[in-house]
């Protein structure tokens, strides 16, 4: 099939062209008449959903660009305002009307009608969001969409000094690659310092929102939070049960592969210890990695790289650039992190990103890219809620496309030796995230199952859980205060609870679709976008297969793909 990036913007039937979301009473009337519309036909219950569909894609795009203007900038009191009307006064008018709308889809006689495999997906999501609806939730998950955003402000702040310049601390990281030892070790310690400033302040916004989100489960009818929100996030192909045997994988087959990795960089650095602020460095006669210098020459250079992997990759960011639908540079007042926005209307989505000009920037930009052709692929389905699909796919897109394009990296870097570091950096990351996703998951697990825990108890349980996936080769003596409050400054705690474990699942189906590539490029990306384009009308397994994949992370298939990517790392190396 032939794939195209020259995507339109949905046209208008329902709506009026020149509809904007300014208020809850110019938008009521047109829930109110979807709510009232008598539907006497299949055609007529078809006619229904496309017309919901679009006032979906309407509301999702405009609360999609209130948060995209306010993570740019998030020192601006109107764009912060905005986004706050939203979420207080908009999104809690709406959720009774969806949950009606969703009641009188199910009690319609004409639904038997409709193609039972095409909209099976779609129709089980339907009824989830009526079994989790409950009223009084209402205003409970709208202060938790207001409060979410408060971990923004607050590390879009944090800057430090170094040689006399202020820098965010996504450019300060990248003082970490110095040849320096001593600068290295300066600005690790500054950089740890000034998040400590900030823990009593993060400690407390997150007190808030473990105590609400403990609150919606209970009005729920659920035991805790984290049954809550699993079937909140459609988890409905693995259970809590399959996450703590990949805990346990990791442990097992991981751990192993990454103590000889940081073993090799402590020999190659010839440091008789391996501190964390080594671990971006290179021996002193080799300079660190600098693919690009500014914003605009790391788009450029991602365009040429996924040109040359396919064109049709290419021209999705050349429609993106276009459409000026990229933030690409770190800078002070900006939120923290990386992310593409699907816009649901326009179909070309958003990227938002914080580069300073390193190694990790390309793969984050690559990451984000692979996001960014998922919203292209699934643009055309026909309602917004086929293009709900599920997070351990949308992952696998953005995952597989790091690795994918690995081959043509040659944009960022001219040299044949620094492409193979570049490479081997890259693979590396594949390997040593995995430790991190069982910790952050695991500590969740705990976080949500003991939602009376003290900030004593939570900081205790964090650095057990933190231990047990520790390799053997850093040393971090002395560095507790900084080890104990490492957690803060992983974002989803904060704003998307319970979505980590995606990463490890989607890894592991990312490096099954590089294995695929390694034998047959051109089968890969057909059976990659091929998948994609479904969007989330099928279930994850289906999803996977069509992708050429098997949906298993069990301990065995772990060991299989580790053992993959070491065997092409030890070619590189």
Request: proline share 4%.
């Amino acid at each position: 099939m032939m794939y195209t990036a020259n995507i339109k913007k949905l046209e208008r039937k329902y709506l009026p062209h020149d509809f904007v979301v300014a208020d809850w009473q110019n938008l009521e009337p047109y829930f109110k008449q979807l709510l009232d519309r008598e539907i006497d036909s299949t055609e007529k219950l078809v006619l229904w959903l496309h017309d919901q569909s679009e006032l979906e894609a309407a509301v999702s795009e405009d609360a999609c660009w209130r948060q995209i203007k306010m993570t740019c900038d998030t020192q601006n009191k109107d764009l912060e305002e905005a986004f706050n009307y939203f979420c207080l006064q908009i999104q809690p008018n709406i959720q009774p009307y969806a949950d009606a709308l969703n009641k009188k889809l199910l009690s319609s006689p004409f639904l038997k009608d409709l193609d039972q495999e095409k909209y099976f997906t779609y129709l089980r999501n339907v009824k989830k969001s009526i079994e989790l609806f409950r009223e009084e939730n209402i205003p409970l998950q709208a202060e938790l969409a207001v409060l979410q955003q408060q971990y923004g402000q607050i590390t879009g702040a944090m800057t430090i000094e170094v040689n006399g310049e202020q820098y965010t601390l996504q450019q300060a990281a990248k003082f970490l690659e110095h040849k320096d030892r001593s600068i290295r070790e300066s600005v690790y310690h500054k950089i740890q310092q000034r998040r400590l400033q900030d823990k009593e302040k993060l400690n407390e916004l997150f007190d808030k929102l473990i105590a609400i989100r403990d609150a919606e489960s209970k009005n729920a009818g659920f035991l805790n939070y984290r049954d809550y929100r699993f079937k909140e996030l459609g988890r409905f192909d693995y259970t809590q049960e399959d996450c703590f045997q990949f805990h346990d994988a990791v442990k097992l087959h991981v751990l192993p592969l990454v103590n000889e990795i940081y073993k090799k960089k402590k020999e190659q650095l010839g440091v008789d210890t391996l501190r964390p602020w080594d671990l971006e460095a290179q021996p002193a006669d080799i300079l660190p990695l600098h693919p690009f210098k500014t914003g605009n020459e790391l788009l450029q250079k991602s365009i040429d790289c996924f040109k040359k992997l396919d064109p049709f990759f290419g021209d999705c960011l050349l429609k993106m650039q276009d459409l000026k639908h990229l933030d690409l540079e770190s800078r002070k007042g900006k939120a923290p992190g990386g992310y593409n926005c699907p816009l649901a209307e326009s179909g070309a989505p958003f990227i938002f990103m914080n580069a300073a000009g390193q190694m990790h920037d390309v793969t984050t930009m690559v990451h984000e890219g692979g996001h960014a052709i998922h919203s292209f692929l699934s643009h055309h389905l026909e309602l917004s809620g086929f293009k709900e699909y599920p997070m351990e796919i949308a992952e696998v897109a953005s995952m597989s496309m790091e690795l994918f394009s690995m081959d043509y990296w040659e944009t960022f870097f001219s040299k044949e030796e620094d492409l193979l570091r570049a490479k081997e950096h890259q693979l590396e990351r594949v390997i040593t995230i995995f430790p991190w996703i069982a910790v952050i998951d695991k500590f969740q697990h705990w976080l949500y199952l003991n939602p009376q825990h003290t900030n004593i108890e939570r900081e205790q349980t964090w650095m057990s859980i933190l231990k047990e996936f520790t390799d053997d080769i850093i040393d971090f003596e002395g560095l507790e205060s900084y080890r104990a409050n490492a957690w803060q400054r992983q974002l989803h705690l904060f704003e998307v609870p319970f979505y980590y474990i995606e990463y490890g699942i989607a890894q592991l189906g990312a490096i099954g679709m590089w294995r695929q590539f390694k034998i047959d490029k051109k089968t890969a990306i057909e059976n990659y976008c091929n998948a994609l384009s479904l969007g989330g009308t099928k279930t994850l397994p289906a999803l996977y297969k069509t992708a050429g994949l098997s949906f298993d992370f069990s301990p065995d298939t772990i060991k299989v793909l580790m053992d993959f990517v070491k065997s092409e790392m030890n070619k590189i190396g």
